[in-house]
């Protein structure tokens, strides 16, 4: 198998074979480390919790707050501060999400 360098110590970046390429720790690692990070390609909400999450940041929404952030066109979106439901409108609208929850 062939090694390649990793940026962090303690774990090496191999060709697994037909596995293809994985992160294998050749140290003890300290519990918490982050070995990799990557923004989601796409993320959801469970059913339940959708009216208690926010959309965009997934923190909890407490109950004084919630519906004072909600998509106007569907309903059906909730973000818990105006700065989340502005970075978070343009692509729920064009995703065709939105158009999907008014219409169902």
């Not at 009216?51 to 818990?80: E, N, Q, V």
């Amino acid at each position: 198998m062939k090694r390649r360098e990793c940026v962090l110590n303690g774990v090496e970046l191999r060709d697994l074979g037909d596995k293809g390429l994985g992160l294998v720790a050749c140290a003890p690692l300290a519990m918490g480390t982050v070995v990799l990070q990557e923004r989601p390609y796409a993320t959801s909400l469970l059913p339940h919790t959708t009216p208690s999450m926010c959309r965009c940041c997934f923190t909890s929404i407490s109950a004084a707050t919630k519906g004072l952030r909600t998509c106007r066109r569907c309903r059906s979106a909730h973000y818990c501060s105006y700065k989340c439901y502005s970075a978070d409108r343009r692509t729920h609208r064009e995703s065709g999400e939105c158009w999907l929850y008014a219409h169902a």
